[in-house]
């Protein structure tokens, strides 16, 4: 088994096409990433985030879609997902382009919107990108979170 340290870091990335299936394909990849690197107590909710920034990515562009797994601490990694995109959904959006805080208020008569609220109550940090502001002629987005074994909020009330 590989060492989770910062003075051993490691970085997977997987591109996934424009395709439903894709999040399943993100899912399984990046559990055996997180167990494979003794951190099988991440596993359930990694997979739970990778899948909501997946489908997000699936549901609202129309191209291929990159992921980033990426060890950042002892117990903490990042996920990253880039899509073709360039519009930032708005649990990501600024003013909270980084950080922690109150996971707003969740329209329960809506078809959809709580995915990505999901993923800002289990990450300890979050944040956008939106790749046309300083790379000119890329288009798209990259939302990213962290989740570690302190400061999720997996199960708070």
Do not use: Q
Request: charged share 25%; aromatic share 6%; glycine share 10%.
């Amino acid at each position: 088994m590989a060492d989770a340290s910062p003075e051993n870091p490691w970085s997977y990335s997987l591109t996934l096409p424009h395709d439903a299936r894709s999040a399943r394909i993100a899912r399984l990849t990046l559990r055996g990433v997180v167990e494979s690197h003794g951190l099988d107590e991440l596993a359930d909710v990694v997979e739970l985030v990778v899948s909501e920034l997946v489908t997000n990515a699936y549901l609202h562009s129309d191209g291929p879609a990159e992921i980033r797994l990426k060890l950042v601490g002892p117990s903490t990694v990042r996920i990253s997902v880039w899509d073709t995109s360039p519009d930032i959904p708005e649990p990501f959006m600024r003013p909270v382009k980084l950080g922690r805080g109150a996971v707003p208020a969740v329209d329960t008569d809506a078809d959809g919107g709580r995915g990505l609220l999901v993923v800002r109550r289990c990450a300890g940090n979050w944040g956008s990108w939106g790749l046309d502001e300083d790379f000119p002629g890329l288009t798209g987005k990259l939302l990213w979170c962290e989740v570690g074994r302190e400061g999720a909020l997996v199960g708070a009330p």
